[in-house]
């Protein structure tokens, strides 16, 4: 399957550095087909489904401390913030769908066909680093989510979380499709376990919708900005980029101009309304801390385990945090089944290398697992909210990595053709680019830099230091 790939117009790979190794993901591309004179529906029912393995990545365990605090410390406030991440989201997927369709590349691949060697593996590097976060934070969520509805202790939640390498490789041999269907099941129980925990909690309509009003004390109040800035950069996941770029070309749609921009259009329906499910989801934690925890008093609760303890007392309703538990262990179970196909789109995409598939997904693991279980057993387990920032922390440092290429790819005539970004277009994923960047430089020097160093460069600019 090493065939040379062209763009639409049939033009020379002169445009690119190398030229196109293997497509991507081969066990499945193309391996869906498109009706071609199909209804409008049963074409976007061709087309649903790998919005849904993106959304994923919007709503992993990772997003939950940041949800949780910020409903708890700032009610509905917040919301403002979540629809506008959200959005941010709904515009970089769009652009790896653009990248996947109009190049026949993946955003790794098309690294790899652009830039330098050394850059390449500078930035595999990160990418294998930002996935192992990742990893983390749904190994650590799983395992929470094991230890509060079984009391299995969190050591061996982790191992246990090991264990779902056998339902990939699974899945996988069945088809894509399948994989599209158990990630949909998963997304469907958390999203049925929040409706309920929203009618037991009976949040205030005029304060959600309120809440969904951008507010100046978003950026005048530290502590509000401080937990909006943790949440736009926990919203965007970097090997998201990496996956929606490869899975829109599981569809065999026609392989002409038209076919790519229908192809495009009907993949962006599906990833929009994908993500508006997933804000849905992280609207909805928030909005039960506030209903729950802010109202009652309890303002500094930003861990799981307490939300978990205390939403059953403050409600009055049994099953509320038996629900809470039940989508926090489908919430880390999904989002280890995209980030498989992450793992292995990037490195074969960037190094054009393939293992095979237990063994990276057992190495991709071991990463995760190593750090989880030595920290627990050494620490605690009262350290597992600490292992879930450092795990967005090292998200945040690849974020940037990831949105640059994105944005100076699909902005090239050259490699694009005429589905290059028009200006508009440009100015909105530059500027939203230009936001998750800052925003996320700005979180990593708060973390990294000594007290001494931000009281005088705070004071300097008249803000008080964060908490």
């Not at 009652?296 to 007392?313: C, I, N, T």
């Not at 960037?350 to 697992?369: G, Y």
């Not at 795990?391 to 974020?399: G, N």
Request: contains cysteine.
């Amino acid at each position: 399957m090493n065939r040379p790939r062209s763009n639409f117009a049939g033009e020379t790979l002169r445009i690119w550095r190398r030229s196109g190794g293997e497509v991507s993901l081969p066990e499945v591309h193309r391996s869906v087909v498109v009706p071609v004179t199909a209804s409008f529906w049963r074409k976007l029912l061709a087309f649903s489904g790998p919005g849904f393995l993106v959304a994923v990545g919007y709503m992993d365990p990772g997003n939950w401390a940041t949800d949780l605090a910020g409903g708890a410390q700032f009610g509905y406030s917040l919301l403002a913030v979540i629809m506008v991440s959200n959005l941010m989201a709904i515009l970089l997927q769009h652009l790896c769908i653009k990248l996947g369709v109009a190049t026949g590349r993946d955003l790794a691949q098309a690294c790899r066909d652009h830039y330098s060697t050394p850059t390449v593996w500078f930035l595999w590097i990160l990418c294998e680093l930002a996935i192992a976060a990742c990893d983390l934070a749904e190994v650590v969520g799983s395992a929470i989510g094991l230890q509060l509805l079984f009391g299995i202790p969190l050591v061996w939640g982790c191992i246990i979380t090991a264990l779902d390498v056998l339902l990939v490789l699974y899945l996988q041999t069945k088809g894509f499709r399948y994989v599209e269907a158990i990630v949909i099941t998963l997304i469907a129980t958390i999203g049925g376990c929040f409706a309920a925990e929203l009618i037991f909690s009976k949040p205030s309509p005029t304060g959600v919708l309120l809440g969904f009003i951008p507010s100046p004390d978003i950026v005048t109040n530290q502590g509000m900005l401080y937990v909006s800035i943790g949440i736009l950069g926990a919203t965007v996941m970097p090997h998201n980029l990496y996956l929606h770029s490869s899975i829109v070309q599981t569809r065999k749609f026609e392989q002409t101009p038209v076919g790519r921009r229908e192809a495009i259009k009907f993949a962006t329906i599906d990833s929009s309304g994908a993500l508006m499910f997933a804000l849905f989801i992280n609207g909805a934690i928030l909005i039960l801390a506030a209903a729950v925890l802010h109202w009652s008093g309890h303002r500094d609760v930003a861990e799981v385990q307490e939300a978990y303890k205390l939403l059953s007392p403050l409600l009055g309703v049994g099953v509320a945090s038996v629900l809470f538990a039940v989508a926090l262990l489908a919430s880390g179970q999904n989002s280890t089944l995209t980030g498989t196909l992450a793992g292995q789109i990037v490195m074969e995409g960037f190094l054009n290398f393939r293992i095979t598939p237990w063994l990276r997904r057992l190495i991709t693991r071991l990463i995760a697992i190593v750090p989880a279980v030595l920290v627990i057993a050494i620490f605690g387990e009262g350290k597992t909210t600490d292992l879930l920032v450092a795990s967005q922390v090292v998200l945040s440092m690849q974020l940037g990595f990831a949105v640059w290429p994105l944005m100076r790819f699909t902005g090239e005539k050259a490699k694009m053709g005429k589905f290059a970004n028009r200006l508009w277009v440009k100015m909105l994923g530059w500027t939203t680019a230009g936001i998750i960047i800052v925003l996320n430089v700005k979180l990593l020097f708060d973390i990294f830099m000594p007290d001494a160093v931000l009281k005088a460069f705070y004071g300097s600019i008249g803000l008080p230091m964060p908490n």
